[in-house]
């Protein structure tokens, strides 16, 4: 029967084991290890006492993960069947995973107690005591695939010449080597190869390592907020670059984009693992973390200064391939392919959100794919980058001058630069009006003082004709100095 009809069978028959037994395998070999594991409970609490059963109920859940369980069922088999080799093997195997090295090094001298020509477990011990000296070291990467003491099924891979046969076959196909459970467990380490496979990094302590990581990483993001907006973000700002208005302007996009990025990344992550068709089945909480160590790390980099901004985005997509090379130890193709997945989907989800929150605070529709390319060939034709500036000179003490402000063929740059700067530096102190209208007659600054040098700023539109008028009581010769990110055009 195949596993659907298995399923079927055994769901209509739930008192015949042998059946049973052989969907549990079934279940195990397809690697869905969670219901591999309700029918093997079934197996362990109301069949017959089977050694069997045992060593695949603690291989499941080992690939689940629960290695403490693991281990404490192999010790209860081992209660039963004390002289059985494979369990040895596999709680050696499992107490090494939790870091009990010392416990692992018992269990081998047991087993070669109970074959003294075991073929690997002396070996075992050596790189245990050379491991113990600190003298060789092997730090493997999460999560590890042990040899065949853990992969139970296929019981099918030759010791001599290592060809796969098919699971129903008792002798080699190419060699003629018998097939039993102790011809098939494979010595993965090359003989001449002088290190200890030990795990000493077990996942425990990688995802504590992990999360004190992210942790810090996020700690840094909200004092850097906290500090932004206590500091400047509610005083004035006159952006006259895109360095300014990125900085102060968009405070709030950039702040509420980075919190939800915090929460798409592990289910970016999660996406990519089944789009790469990744089998291994990786622990929840190890993607939580890493996803959320990916979004802090762009959290952290849009705070970087302007002379490091740019590196900090340039080595994001190196940063994520290191971590998910390092914690998921995946092939060099599948660690490419999660981790260009992941920077699309973020970038992609950056601008979405971004461009969002904008619409919201703008009140008009912001659309990133025609917006952006127009920001970016706006600042990219500039000969004089921002700010832009003219300066008008009075020997007599007074101007009028007409000036008009170009569009930048953006209207999300025109709406965020619509703030400029005025200076008036007099030759000496004298009283002075300054008066700045739109068109000839609506007053925007009106204002009668007493002083050398004065500053202030306004907001303009990129459609309309601003009228500067300067008077000074005396005829103090001045200069007027408007700066902004708009071209000027004096008429």
Same mark, same amino acid.
């Given at each position: $029967? ?10 209509? /028959? ?7 037994? !052989? ?28 050694? %069997?059963?045992?060593?695949?109920? +603690? ?50 001298? *047991? ?20 491991? &113990? ?31 796969? %046969?098919?699971?129903? $076959? ?13 011809? @098939?467990? #494979? ?8 290190? %200890? ?32 907006? &206590? ?18 302007? &968009? ?6 984009? /980075? ?10 992550? =999660? ?6 068709? #990744?089998?291994? =089945?990786?622990? $929840? ?18 705070? #970087?200064? *302007? ?26 193709? !599948?660690? #490419? ?29 912001? /659309?990133?794919? @025609? ?22 000179? +009075? ?11 170009? !569009? ?9 630069? %619509? =703030? ?10 004298? @009283? ?26 306004? +907001?303009?539109? @990129?459609?309309? $004709?601003?009228?500067? =008028?300067?008077?000074?009581? /005396? ?13 000027? +055009?004096?008429?």
């Amino acid at each position: $029967m195949n596993l659907l009809d298995l399923l079927d069978y055994v769901d209509k /028959n739930p008192k015949d084991y042998e059946n049973r037994w !052989k969907l549990a395998k079934k279940l195990y070999q397809s690697k869905d290890y969670v219901l591999a594991l309700e029918h093997l409970n079934v197996l362990k609490n109301e069949w017959e006492p089977h050694i %069997n059963v045992y060593r695949f109920l +603690s291989a499941t859940l080992y690939r689940l993960g629960r290695y403490e369980d693991s281990v404490k069922e192999l010790k209860i088999a081992i209660e039963k069947w004390g002289n059985e080799p494979g369990l040895y093997e596999q709680l050696g195997r499992a107490l090494i995973t939790i870091g009990k090295i010392e416990e692992a090094k018992k269990v081998y001298e *047991k087993l070669i107690a109970i074959n003294p020509e075991h073929r690997w477990a002396q070996t075992a011990i050596t790189r245990i005591d050379s491991f &113990l000296c600190k003298k060789h070291v092997r730090k493997t990467p999460f999560p590890f695939t042990f040899s065949s003491d853990f992969d139970l099924l296929p019981e099918s891979i030759c010791k001599r010449c290592g060809t796969e %046969n098919k699971g129903y $076959m008792d002798h080699c196909l190419k060699c003629g080597e018998p097939l039993t459970l102790e011809s @098939t467990q #494979l010595d993965l380490s090359p003989p001449d190869v002088h290190f %200890n496979p030990i795990i000493i990094l077990t996942p425990e302590i990688i995802t504590l390592l992990l999360g004190l990581v992210t942790i810090s990483f996020i700690s840094i993001n909200i004092f850097m907020s906290l500090k932004f907006f &206590l500091e400047n973000y509610k005083s004035i700002h006159i952006s006259l670059t895109f360095w300014d208005i990125y900085r102060y302007e &968009l405070f709030p996009a950039r702040f509420i984009t /980075n919190i939800v990025l915090l929460f798409v990344s592990p289910l970016f992550i =999660k996406i990519g693992f089944n789009i790469i068709g #990744l089998r291994e =089945k990786i622990p $929840m909480n190890l993607i939580i973390l890493t996803g959320l160590l990916i979004a802090s790390f762009v959290n952290l980099s849009s705070w #970087l200064p *302007k002379p490091l901004f740019l590196w900090g985005f340039i080595f994001f997509p190196i940063f994520s391939f290191l971590v998910f090379l390092g914690i998921f130890a995946t092939s060099l193709i !599948k660690t #490419l392919s999660l981790c260009l997945f992941q920077v699309f989907m973020l970038f992609i989800s950056t601008v979405i959100i971004f461009s969002a929150v904008e619409t919201h605070i703008l009140g008009t529709f912001i /659309n990133p794919f @025609t917006q952006i390319p127009n920001v970016a060939r706006f600042f990219k034709n500039q000969y004089i980058q921002p700010p832009h500036k003219i300066e008008i000179k +009075s020997s007599d003490g007074s101007i009028i001058k007409h000036i008009s402000f170009e !569009k930048t063929g953006s209207y999300w740059l025109d709406m965020r630069a %619509n =703030k400029i700067q005025i200076d008036l530096l007099l030759e000496d102190t004298d @009283t002075f009006t300054i008066e700045v209208n739109k068109g000839e007659t609506k007053p925007i600054i009106y204002q009668k003082s007493r002083a050398r040098n004065w500053l202030s700023y306004c +907001s303009v539109n @990129t459609d309309e $004709m601003f009228t500067f =008028k300067v008077f000074t009581e /005396n005829k103090t010769p001045f200069v007027a100095r408007v700066q902004s990110l708009f071209i000027l +055009s004096p008429q």
